[in-house]
C-alpha cells in the first residue's frame, strides 16, 4: 500500500489517479471485511464449550456474512463419527452433504498453497473449504452459491480468512474438551493411588525376635508391587509375601490388588505352614486370568516361626532375595519355580532357613536392580550385596531407608522406572 | 529397536536389537505376532542384539511364545547376552522357554519339532 500512496503523490494523471484511489477503496473495503468477519467469528463461540454448539453458532454466523444461499460444515474428529451442520437446515441432503464436502487431503491442500476447492452440485455451485486444525481431525466448510453467482478473487479471499478463523475456534475447543478429559483421569489415578497405598500394610507386625521394615513405591502414581504381612494372633507367626506383576500402571495395580487378595487368602487357609501349596493354590486360581490378561507375576512367600526361628519360604520366580548371615557374604536366594501365571502347574518347593541373631534377610522388586544412571548403567545384584553387606551392623528400620536412598542416589536425575519394594528383616536377640 | 527378519526352512527369524523393555514392546508386538500368526508358526527370536530386557519384554515374549504354540508351532530363543540370560533364570523363565546359544541350534530343534 506504501508504494501505491507514492505513486499517488507523484503521478500527474488524473485518470490513473481515479484508477489508483478506486483499487485502494476496494482493498481497504475487502479488508474492512475480514476484520468484521474476523470479530463475529470469535464472538461466535464466546462462552460455549461444547462442541456441536461451536459448530453450529459458526455456521450461523458465517451465513450471516457472506451472500451465500446456504453454509455447510462437516467434522470428523478422530476415533468418532462425523458431524455435518448446515444452515438453512436440511438445504442438501444428508448423502449430497457429505458427498460435496468430502475432502480427505485438505490439509495437503492447503499446504500446497491452494484456497480449496470448487464443485458443482446441480444448478449450485459449492466452495469447499478445507480448515486447518491440529492434529488428526478433519473439517471442511462449505459455500453455497447459485450458478450465476460470480466468485471473484475478494470474496474467495474472505471465504477462505473465514475458514481460517472458524478452524482456529474449533481447534480451541478441541483442546479444550481434551484437557478435561486428562483432568478427569487425573482424578481417577488418584483415587487409584489412595485405594493402593490403603492395600499396602499400615502397620508392621510385632514379632519377638525379629526386627521388620517394608516399604513400596510405585514408578507411575500406580503400580505392580505388593507386600504384605499376614500375622497369625495365636502362634505370633509371622507370614509375609512380596511380589511383582509385570507391566506397569492401572493395569498392572488391577491384578496386582486380585492377587494379593488370593495370596492372603491362601495364607490364611493354610495357616502359614507350606508357603509352597499358596503359590500353588494361587497360581491355579489366578492362572486364567493372567492368560487373558498376558501377564504374570513373581511372588515370594515367607513364613517366619519365631519359638524355631525357622523361615519357611517359597519362592516363584521372584528376586532379588538376599541372605546375609551374620558372619558371612551377602548371597542371592535364587528362585526354583516360574511366576505365577506362566504354567498352569508351578514347581516352586518349600524352603527352609534357621536364622540366627543377626542374620539379615531381604526381599525386594527390581526396582532396586534395574535401577538405571544417566550414563545407562544398572544398580545391580553385585553392587546390591555390596551395599547390604556395608550395613549389616544397621537395625532393619535403618537399613531399608538407607538402601532405598543409595538407590535414588544412583538413579541421579533419571526418573524410577520400575516400582520399587523392599522388606528387611533381621534376627534379633530374644 | 530395530528389527530385522528373515525366512529360512519355513522358520521365522526375527532379530532385535537394543532394549527390549516398556518403552520398545510396543514397536516390537507386530513383528511377534505377525510371525506367531502364520499356521504353523515356526519363530525363533535372536536376542545376541539385545542388550537389556525387564518384565513387559518377558510378558511379550511369553505371549508370543503362547500364541506359537496355539498356533501349531513354538518360539525358541537364541543368543542371550549374559544380562539377559540372567533375567531368564532369575524369573526362571528359562524353564518356559527354550534357549539356545546359537541360531543353529534352534533351528534344528525346530526341525525335530516339527518332524516329530
Redesign the interface.
Known amino acids: 500500500m506504501g508504494s501505491n500512496l507514492q505513486a499517488l503523490s507523484k503521478t500527474i494523471d488524473p485518470q490513473e489517479d481515479l484508477q489508483v484511489i478506486e483499487d485502494l477503496t476496494e482493498e481497504l473495503v475487502h479488508t474492512r471485511d475480514q476484520l468484521v468477519a474476523l470479530y463475529q467469528v470469535s464472538q461466535a463461540s464466546r462462552g460455549c464449550w461444547q462442541v456441536e454448539q461451536v459448530l453450529e453458532r459458526t455456521v450461523e454466523t458465517i451465513e450471516r456474512l457472506v451472500s451465500a444461499r446456504a453454509v455447510l460444515l462437516s467434522i470428523q474428529p478422530e476415533d468418532q463419527d462425523s458431524l455435518t451442520f448446515q444452515t438453512p437446515q436440511n438445504f442438501l441432503d444428508q448423502e449430497i452433504l457429505g458427498q460435496v464436502l468430502f475432502c480427505p487431503q485438505g490439509k495437503n491442500l492447503l499446504a500446497a498453497g491452494h484456497f480449496g476447492a470448487v464443485r458443482s452440485v446441480a444448478s449450485l455451485r459449492v466452495l469447499v473449504l478445507p480448515l486447518d486444525i491440529r492434529g488428526t481431525t478433519e473439517a471442511t466448510l462449505g459455500l453455497v452459491f447459485g450458478k450465476e453467482q460470480q466468485l471473484k478473487s475478494p470474496e474467495i479471499k474472505l471465504a477462505r480468512a473465514i475458514a481460517d478463523y472458524a478452524g482456529a475456534q474449533i481447534e480451541n475447543v478441541l483442546l479444550f474438551q481434551a484437557s478435561l478429559e486428562l483432568t478427569r483421569l487425573e482424578t481417577e489415578m488418584d483415587l487409584a493411588y489412595q485405594v493402593q497405598r490403603r492395600l499396602l500394610p499400615q502397620q508392621v507386625p510385632v514379632t519377638p525376635g525379629l526386627q521388620i521394615w517394608g516399604a513400596s513405591r510405585p514408578a507411575h502414581r500406580v503400580g505392580g508391587d505388593f507386600y504384605d504381612f499376614v500375622a497369625n494372633a495365636e502362634d505370633l507367626v509371622l507370614n509375609f509375601l512380596v511380589g511383582d506383576v509385570s507391566g506397569k500402571g492401572l493395569s498392572a495395580a488391577m491384578v496386582m490388588a486380585m492377587t494379593r487378595t488370593i495370596l492372603r487368602s491362601e495364607i490364611q487357609d493354610t495357616q502359614g505352614e507350606n508357603p509352597q501349596v499358596v503359590l500353588q493354590r494361587a497360581n491355579s486360581a489366578l492362572y486364567e486370568d493372567f492368560l487373558e490378561q498376558n501377564m504374570f507375576a513373581t511372588v515370594f512367600v515367607g513364613s517366619y516361626h519365631p519359638q524355631s526361628r525357622l523361615l519357611a519360604f517359597a519362592n516363584a520366580g521372584h528376586s532379588p532375595v538376599v541372605y546375609l548371615p551374620v558372619d558371612g557374604a551377602a548371597r542371592l536366594l535364587e528362585p526354583d519355580g516360574t511366576p505365577l501365571g506362566i504354567l498352569r502347574q508351578t514347581l516352586s518347593v518349600k524352603q527352609s532357613l534357621p536364622l540366627q541373631t543377626g542374620d539379615i534377610f531381604m526381599v525386594g522388586t527390581d526396582g532396586i536392580t534395574e535401577a538405571e544412571n544417566e550414563n545407562g548403567e544398572r544398580y545391580g545384584i553385585d553392587r546390591m550385596l555390596d551395599t547390604v553387606h556395608q550395613m549389616k551392623h544397621l537395625p532393619a528400620e535403618r537399613l531399608g531407608p538407607q538402601l532405598v536412598d543409595d538407590v535414588k542416589l544412583f538413579r541421579g536425575h533419571r526418573a524410577a522406572a520400575d516400582d520399587l519394594t523392599l522388606l528387611v528383616l533381621k534376627a534379633i536377640s530374644t | 529397536m530395530e528389527f530385522k527378519i528373515r525366512s529360512q526352512d519355513h522358520v521365522q527369524i526375527l532379530q532385535f536389537s537394543g532394549s527390549l ?2 518403552s520398545t514392546v510396543n514397536e516390537a508386538r507386530p513383528w511377534l505376532l505377525n510371525a506367531t500368526g502364520r499356521h504353523p508358526a515356526r519363530v525363533v527370536v535372536d536376542l545376541s542384539q539385545v542388550e ?1 530386557l ?3 519384554g ?3 515374549l ?2 508370543s511364545k ?1 500364541r506359537a504354540l496355539e498356533n501349531d508351532g513354538d518360539l525358541l530363543l537364541c543368543g542371550l547376552r549374559q ?1 539377559v540370560r540372567m533375567v531368564f ?5 528359562d ?2 522357554f527354550e534357549i539356545f546359544r546359537l541360531e543353529a541350534e534352534a533351528l534344528a530343534a525346530l526341525e525335530l519339532q516339527a518332524a516329530g
Request: aromatic share 10%; proline share 5%.
Open positions: 523393555d516398556s537389556f525387564d518384565s513387559t518377558l510378558s511379550v511369553v505371549e503362547r544380562p533364570e532369575l524369573t526362571r523363565l524353564r518356559f
